[in-house]
Structure formats: C-alpha cells, structure tokens
C-alpha cells in the first residue's frame, strides 16, 4: 500500500525558513515524479515544485524554495527560505507515475 506522509510544517515568522520532508512507503519514490502543492483557504490547490531528473518551480518560489530528493531514505525535502505570509498554506506531497498518490498535508503558517 503505498503511503506517503508529510512533516515539518508549522508557524514561522516572516523571513523565516522551514524545511518540509514526505517519505513514501510501499513504492520507491525514485521512479516517481514528486512533488509539492499547496492550497490556502479559499484558493485551488497550485503546484510548488517538482522534481524527476531535472526540478520545476512556481515563478512565486523561485530563488526561495528548493526542492531535493533522498533516494536511500525514499523522502523528498522542501527547503523554503525567506517565507512569506503568502506562503501560508496546507502543503502536499505527490507521487505520480502512472497513478497519483497524495500525502495528508501539512501546514504552514508565516504569520509574526
């Protein structure tokens, strides 16, 4: 059964950074393409980040958040540096291959 299960997420003041990790279970996220959503309230769920060979960002993150994948440890990281209160958001991991898998959610909120 495949699982995938975020953590890191929580309150951090503007300017701030937080660094997101989802570790799959039941697959091997290597022959995945992962990535990271958010959705704040009200709003569609956009995509962050993404990673297979080469990584795709959102122009609203980029040169802030930095998506890596640790193969050994079947988890994918999101580092989010300079946070914003924009940025606040339920953020979720995803694994697609064929089919999609998502995790639970995490939240974060950039709030002073």
């Known amino acids: 059964q495949v699982q995938l299960v975020e953590s890191g997420g929580g309150l951090v003041q503007p300017g701030g950074s937080l660094r997101l990790s989802c570790t799959g279970s039941?697959?091997?996220?290597?022959?995945?393409?992962m990535s990271w959503y958010r959705q704040a309230p009200g709003k569609e769920r956009e995509l962050v980040a993404s990673i297979i060979t080469t990584t795709n960002y959102a122009d609203s993150v980029k040169g802030r958040f930095t998506i890596s994948r640790d193969n050994a440890k079947n988890t994918v990281y999101l580092q989010m540096n300079s946070l914003k209160p924009e940025d606040t958001a339920t953020y979720y991991c995803?694994?697609?291959?064929?089919?999609?898998?998502w995790g639970q959610g995490t939240q974060v909120t950039v709030s002073s």
């Open positions: 039941g697959f091997t996220s290597s022959n995945y393409a």
């Open positions: 995803k694994a697609k291959r064929i089919y999609e898998y």
